[in-house]
């Protein structure tokens, strides 16, 4: 799916991707003449994206009522309003966060359990996906030391096809 803010942006069959665009496997979809007949939660969101910088608070603050009535899941209603924040702070890049949480009305949300549990839970996933990375990059410098695959990944309790994976593509051909 390709997404376009307006039909006028679409820069129509490029050579490069002709072959991808006729064969009928990829949609475009047009924001500003998304018409939603249901008021889908999903579509309103998406169609935030476009909201002007004037009415993108207000049609926020209705959304994430919306969304405390119709997403019954705490954890992708907390997942849904996050994002319907982020927008918002990527829409009013001049505010600050705490600005933005104030304007949506957002200060007691932040306070509820269900909050704190997908907050931690993205920072726990992003501290130990930032751990994993240390370890992976770390392995050519310990190769350049002049450890074995098999102490590698013992001292950085890692696969040893995951080093060893690590080891082919650092060695010339």
């Known amino acids: 799916m390709i997404i376009y803010l307006s039909r006028s942006l679409d820069i129509g069959k490029t050579q490069r991707y002709m072959e991808l ?8 979809l047009y924001l500003d003449e ?42 992708a209603q907390g997942e849904l309003i996050q994002l319907i924040e982020t927008i918002i702070v990527y829409k009013l890049s001049n505010k600050s966060r705490e600005e933005i949480i104030a304007m949506l009305g957002l200060n007691e949300f932040k306070q509820t359990r269900v909050y704190q549990d997908v907050f931690h839970e993205g920072v726990e ?25 098999e102490q590698i990944a013992t001292a950085l309790q890692l696969d040893v096809q995951q080093v060893r994976q690590i080891a082919q593509q650092q060695s010339p051909n």
């Not at 665009?21 to 475009?28: I, Q």
């Not at 008021?39 to 009522?65: D, M, Y």
């Not at 990059?137 to 350049?144: G, T, W």
């Open 34 to 75: 998304l018409v939603s007949q249901t008021h889908s939660i999903g579509i309103e969101t998406v169609k935030l994206i476009i909201e002007s910088e004037e009415r993108a608070v207000a049609k926020g603050k209705q959304l994430i009522e919306q969304a405390r009535v119709e997403v019954i899941d705490e954890v």
């Open 125 to 149: 996933e992003g501290l130990q996906e930032g751990e994993r990375r240390a370890k992976l990059e770390s392995v050519p410098r310990l190769f350049a030391l002049g450890l074995s695959v």
């Open 21 to 28: 665009l006729e064969s009928r496997r990829v949609t475009r």
